[in-house]
């Protein structure tokens, strides 16, 4: 009895950190940053203020939570997407996955969020990298070493590698970042996949140098 009482408390306290992560997430992405209060969290999460700060000791917390918990997420899925054992395979199929998730309204939101309020909160820009893009390359950066290491790519820098394949992506969203287009289309962005595969696979593959 003891123990469904203990694992009811549990669930019951990972339910509200849920709720609150969510709650600050669409919080955060509608006003910004600056103009965000803790009461306003634990309103939308129908908590009190006592319970944010039980689970997070400030707002600058709460933001890298919630931005760690959306990159556990793509984490997730990249390591799916790295399972099927072909390099050229995994690097499409992370690239599609990378590429969704950048064109999607929370994300361009954020990216909009921390160029607008950088200059105030400098430690934002920290906070995303560290708990974001800097997990993201360390990934696909442990990837390449073990694909080569297992001899199906030639990567002399993986860091470097995994930061040219996550940037020829990433400058696909720089004018819908910028807010003057609008996201590219479906025929595009498939395009800008296949064009950085390509580009990977004609450097690091494993056959004779081109």
């Known amino acids: 009895m003891m123990a469904d009482t203990a694992e009811n408390t549990t669930t ?3 339910g509200k950190r849920e709720a609150i992560l969510e709650a600050a997430r669409r919080v955060f992405l509608e006003v910004g940053f600056g103009a965000t209060s803790m009461d306003a969290i634990a309103n939308e999460a ?3 203020k006592q319970t944010v700060y039980n689970h997070f000791g400030s707002k600058e917390e709460l933001f890298a939570a919630m931005i760690r918990s959306a990159c556990d997420r793509m984490l997730e899925a990249l390591q799916q997407a790295a ?3 072909n390099p050229e395979e995994t690097l499409r199929a992370v690239a599609r996955h990378y590429m969704d ?3 999607t309204r929370d ?3 954020l990216y909009r969020i921390l160029m607008a309020e950088s ?3 400098p ?3 920290s906070i995303f990298y560290e708990c974001g893009p800097k997990v993201t390359r360390k990934y696909m950066a442990d990837y390449l070493t073990e694909q080569t290491t297992r001899g199906t790519l030639r990567v002399d820098n993986p860091a470097i590698a995994a930061e040219q394949f996550i940037g020829m992506l990433t400058g696909c969203h720089f004018k819908a970042q910028l807010g003057v287009e609008a996201a590219p289309s479906q ?3 498939n395009a800008y996949i296949e064009s950085t595969v390509s580009l990977m696979m004609r450097a690091y593959g494993a056959g004779p140098r081109r």
């Open 12 to 14: 019951g306290r990972e």
């Open 83 to 85: 399972q099927s054992g």
């Open 123 to 125: 430690e934002l820009s």
């Open 107 to 109: 994300r361009l939101s």
């Open 101 to 103: 998730k950048l064109f």
């Open 187 to 189: 025929d595009v962005i």
């Open 119 to 121: 200059a105030r909160f």
């Open 46 to 48: 129908r908590v009190s």
